[in-house]
C-alpha cells in the first residue's frame, strides 16, 4: 500500500507497508528504488514484520527539490519513520545506510539500526581523480548505461560477472538507468562526508553494520570505524557476498536480518 508524506523541506515522499509485526524500514542505495533493492527479501521478510519500503527523493513515488544536500535526505527519512508511528528498525544499505545514520540523529523513535556498507569515515577518497565528473560527462552525452557500468566498474569495484548478473535481471536493470542522474550528486555529498564520533556519542540504538566478505577492503574499514564509534553495535561479515547481498544471496542477507532483529 502506498502512503506519502510531506518531508521537512516540502517534498513528497512515497513510501510501501506490507506484512504485520515489528516495522522495519528499508532505505535503498544509489540508482535504486523501493522495488528493485528489495524485490527478493520483501516476501520473506513480511512474513515476520511490518515492511515498509520508502523512494529516497528524486525516484519512483517521492518528489524532489532543486537544492540538494545529505541531511535533506536524513530528513526524509526520520519522516517517515516518525510517520510509522511506533519504534522502527530502520535498515539503509549503500548511500542509504548514510542516510539512516545522519537520520538516528532526527528521531528518538528507533527501535534498532542496520548499516549494509556505505558509511565513510573520511569521505570518498576511493574515487579516482576526476570520476565524478566523468560519470556527468556521460550522462550528457546520453550514454546513460555506460556511465552506470563505469561507476560500477571503478567507484564500487563491482566485478564483470557481478555487472553481468545486475544486467540480466532487466526490470531491475532499466530502473537503475531512469534513477542514475541522482548518482552524481550523492557521490559529491559521500566525497565530502566526514564521519565525527563525536555526534554520535549520545546514540543508544542497538546497531548492526553488514559487510560482505569479498567487498573492498575500505568497506571493512569504514564500518569497524563507525562500530567502534557507537555505544552499542555489533559488525557481521557476510562471506563470499559484496555490495549486494540482498540480491545475489537473499537468504543470507534475510538470515542475519532476522537474527539481529530477534535476538
Not at 565513510?120 to 574515487?127: E, N
Not at 569495484?157 to 550528486?185: C, G, H, M, Y
Not at 540504538?205 to 570505524?225: F, H, I, K, R
Request: with cysteine.
Amino acid at each position: 500500500m502506498l502512503n506519502q508524506i510531506t518531508s521537512k523541506d516540502g517534498t513528497t515522499i512515497g513510501f510501501w507497508h506490507s506484512g504485520h509485526g515489528q516495522p522495519i524500514l528499508f532505505v535503498h542505495g544509489a540508482t535504486y528504488d523501493h522495488t528493485t533493492a528489495w524485490r527478493f527479501v520483501v516476501p520473506e521478510l513480511e512474513r515476520r514484520f511490518a515492511v515498509y519500503a520508502m523512494d529516497r527523493r528524486g525516484r519512483g513515488a517521492s518528489g524532489d527539490s532543486p537544492a540538494y544536500e545529505l541531511q535533506r535526505e536524513a530528513e526524509d527519512v526520520a519522516a517517515v519513520v516518525e510517520a510509522i508511528g511506533e519504534p522502527v528498525n530502520l535498515l539503509g544499505h549503500s548511500y542509504g545506510a548514510l542516510c539512516s545514520i545522519e537520520a538516528a540523529l532526527l528521531t528518538p523513535n528507533l527501535r534498532r539500526l542496520i548499516l549494509y556498507e556505505g558509511v565513510p569515515l573520511s569521505g570518498a577518497d576511493y574515487y579516482p581523480p576526476g570520476m565524478i565528473e566523468r560519470l556527468e560527462a556521460l550522462l550528457e552525452t546520453g550514454d546513460v548505461e555506460g556511465m552506470l557500468i563505469t561507476m560500477m566498474r571503478e567507484v564500487i569495484q563491482r566485478p564483470p560477472e557481478e555487472i553481468k548478473f545486475l544486467r540480466s535481471q532487466r526490470e531491475d536493470w532499466a530502473a537503475r538507468l531512469r534513477n542514475a542522474p541522482t548518482v552524481s550528486r550523492e557521490m559529491r555529498e559521500e566525497q565530502g562526508y566526514v564521519f565525527v564520533p563525536e555526534r554520535f556519542g549520545t546514540m543508544r540504538t542497538p546497531t548492526l553494520l553488514l559487510v560482505g566478505g569479498d567487498s573492498p577492503p575500505g568497506e571493512l574499514e569504514n564500518a569497524q570505524g563507525v562500530s567502534d564509534a557507537l555505544s552499542d553495535a555489533q559488525l557481521v561479515v557476510m562471506p563470499g557476498q559484496r555490495h549486494t547481498a540482498m540480491i545475489t544471496s537473499p537468504e543470507d542477507f534475510i538470515s542475519e536480518i532476522v537474527q539481529f532483529l530477534e535476538s
